[in-house]
């Protein structure tokens, strides 16, 4: 099965700029999404397909990619941002199987 | 828009099974040709865990290896309501589960959580 690796942990300065990144071999073959949880709440995705953001997320999220390697980031980050934010992709080439990262804390300082 | 409502929290001993509810409203899964529903579970303080899901369209269901033998799940179509079996229920099985309706892997909607205890 493939793995997702995310740094555990990223910290800003309000206004700032964020970049969370996902790596993982599968991430060549197959698309990837980002989700948001706060505390306490089920997880909100915020990114699909690698780039693009589902209607009422603010365009402040955006992601890429390139090769095994995946990025969001947040422009202009703000305090209600913080939040822990995980990647999602296939675990392998079978449909509707999955894996996500580790997870991300975003620290807005 | 799609509301996935889950049942309560639950307390299980050791050894014994759960079986958890997610009821979907706002449309039916099993009218959708793309949709399917995913189970992720979330121990205290951890990451996400995708374990399985059911795909209604192929009337599949898929695993994860970490949980083979001891999950099942189901759909029940004229209540629109999928459920999660997990069985030889272990105390680091005490997590937040959640339901997700998962459309070739972009999981939109999700429940609300269920919290399930196993504790002796």
């Known amino acids: 099965s493939y793995a997702l690796t995310q740094p555990p942990s990223v910290s800003v300065s309000p206004g700032q700029t964020a970049r969370i990144t996902c790596s993982g071999e599968?991430?060549?073959?197959?698309?990837a999404y980002w989700y948001q949880q706060k505390p306490g709440q089920a997880p909100t995705l915020i990114i699909y397909?690698?780039?693009k953001r589902p209607s009422g997320i603010p365009e402040r999220f955006s992601g890429s990619s390139s090769g095994t390697t995946l990025t969001l980031t947040i422009s202009g980050v703000q305090a209600e941002d913080e939040a822990d934010y995980y990647c999602?992709?296939?675990?392998?080439?079978?449909?509707?199987?999955?894996?996500f990262g580790g997870g991300t804390r975003l620290t807005v300082l | 828009q799609v509301h996935l409502v889950q049942s309560g929290a639950e307390v299980k001993k050791p050894g014994s099974s759960v079986k958890v509810s997610c009821k979907a409203s706002?449309?039916?899964?099993?009218?959708?040709?793309?949709?399917?529903i995913t189970w992720v579970r979330q121990a205290a303080g951890q990451g996400l865990e995708w374990m399985g899901g059911?795909?209604?369209?192929?009337?599949?269901?898929i695993y994860s290896e970490n949980f083979q033998g001891r999950l099942t799940i189901t759909t029940d179509e004229l209540t629109t309501t999928a459920y999660m079996e997990l069985s030889g229920l272990r105390p680091d099985d005490t997590a937040v589960y959640y339901c997700?309706?998962?459309?070739?892997?972009?999981?939109?909607?999700w429940g609300q959580g269920t919290l399930v205890t196993v504790s002796s």
């Open positions: 997700a309706r998962d459309v070739s892997g972009e999981m939109t909607y």
């Open positions: 706002g449309g039916t899964f099993t009218k959708v040709t793309s949709y399917a």
């Open positions: 059911i795909v209604p369209i192929f009337g599949s269901t």
């Open positions: 599968i991430l060549s073959k197959q698309h």
């Open positions: 397909k690698d780039t």
């Open positions: 999602q992709s296939a675990d392998n080439s079978v449909t509707y199987h999955w894996v």
